[in-house]
């Protein structure tokens, strides 16, 4: 059996200069997927999504130790414009994603995250953030991850 959880990272809201998310424990995941989503308005702006893992420090906006993470991940991308055309793309394995310039549309970026191929397990890496940089001032943006665990419903993900 398997069991999902929920959990926000990037709390909805608008751009800006940067969007800190909240680092969340991976601890007993064996699979998460981050879905990055950017509300486009009239705003010519790229935005970054990048993926660090850290120590510890979930729940907070700043990890223990933050950096990147050990190995690219898989991207999926939906069509420039997700309200009217769910078209998955596979792109190039990557740590972060930078969203093209189009203006009034809505933006979805897929990370799918496997912690023993892509985290510093070994050193306690066990926390995952995606940060959002440029998101743009008439934008808005946010992330959830869906957490997958084998064995039990997953502890508190906003601690550690």
């Known amino acids: ?3 999902v959880t929920l959990a926000e990272i990037v709390p909805s809201g608008v751009g800006g200069a940067v969007k800190n998310g909240i680092n969340i424990s991976l601890k007993n995941v064996h699979k998460a997927e981050i879905y990055c989503i950017n509300r486009k308005g009239a705003d010519a702006t790229q935005c970054t999504w990048t993926l660090a893992q850290s120590t510890g420090n979930a729940g907070s906006a700043s990890g223990t130790g933050e950096k990147a993470l050990t190995n690219n991940v898989s991207l999926i991308e939906y069509s420039d414009a997700w309200d009217t055309d769910h078209t998955l793309t596979a792109t190039t394995a990557a740590k972060s994603y930078q969203q093209a310039v189009t203006q009034s549309v809505t933006q979805c970026v897929k990370f799918t995250v ?11 890496f066990d926390c995952i953030v995606v940060n959002a940089t440029d998101p743009g001032a008439a934008n808005s943006v946010y992330a959830i991850a869906v957490l997958y665990s084998r064995y039990a419903p997953l502890p508190n993900v906003f601690a550690d």
Do not use: Q, S, T, V
């Open 1 to 3: 059996m398997e069991y």
């Open 114 to 124: 496997i912690p023993e191929e892509c985290m510093d397990l070994a050193n306690n």
